[in-house]
């Protein structure tokens, strides 16, 4: 069994920041090791897609949208199985519901999500 588990998220001020934490468990994790997966962060807001933010890979390189350069760093401790996604600058149109995903070859797994809103 595997679980995602999303935190951070919840109300803040355009121009704010959020550090969202995704912490993964689960014995597949002594199979296969946490630093073994791509990580990626994606976000849906109401009545849209769901789109990919950022991805950490198990390597350690980093990918971005583009609507997020220069304001979010994504980032891990596979020694803690969590990923991080710091969020500087938000904006309204950054208010979503927040997903991680955990993924190795054919597999991947989804954490519940977490909730950002970006209001004055």
């Known amino acids: 069994q595997v679980q995602l588990v999303e935190s951070g998220g919840g109300l803040v001020q355009p121009g704010g920041s959020l550090r969202l934490s995704c912490t993964a468990s689960?014995?597949?994790?002594?199979?296969?090791?946490?630093?073994?997966?791509?990580i990626d962060w994606y976000r849906q807001a109401p009545g849209k897609q769901r789109d990919l933010v950022a991805t950490v890979t198990s390597g350690g390189s980093t990918i971005y949208a583009d609507s997020v350069k220069g304001r979010f760093t994504i980032s891990r401790d596979n020694a803690k199985n969590t990923v991080y996604l710091q969020m500087n600058s938000l904006r309204p149109e950054d208010t979503a519901v927040y997903y991680c995903?955990?993924?190795?070859?054919?597999?991947?797994?989804w954490g519940q999500g977490t909730q950002v809103t970006v209001s004055s």
């Open positions: 689960g014995s597949i994790f002594r199979i296969y090791e946490f630093r073994t997966y791509d």
């Open positions: 995903r955990a993924a190795r070859g054919f597999t991947a797994y």
